[in-house]
């Protein structure tokens, strides 16, 4: 199975799920957005991470009176 293969199949997948139907164009612009998302994760496999790596933004609830 290609990586085209597993990405129309999970396309086919969801759209099921969603009860969605994607014509011809919308279809094709769907599996380029896939293809470009997994090789972003694929880049970000790559990287190794620390405990010290996390985030900076850290969300503080202010408490209002």
Same mark, same amino acid.
Not at 22 to 49: C, D, F, P
């Given at each position: 199975?290609? $990586?085209? /293969?597993? %990405?129309?199949?999970?396309? /086919? $997948?969801?759209? $099921?799920?969603?009860? %969605? !139907?994607?014509?011809?164009?919308q279809?094709?612009?769907? %599996?380029?957005?896939?293809?470009?998302?997994?090789?972003?994760?694929?880049?970000?496999? $790559?990287?190794?991470?620390?405990?010290? /790596?996390?985030?900076?933004?850290?969300?503080?609830?202010?408490?209002? !009176?």
């Amino acid at each position: 199975m290609t $990586a085209r /293969d597993r %990405l129309i199949h999970l396309l /086919d $997948a969801n759209s $099921a799920v969603l009860d %969605l !139907s994607l014509s011809a164009a919308q279809r094709e612009g769907v %599996l380029a957005y896939l293809a470009l998302a997994e090789s972003m994760h694929r880049g970000l496999l $790559a990287v190794s991470l620390e405990p010290a /790596d996390e985030s900076a933004v850290v969300f503080v609830p202010q408490v209002t !009176s």
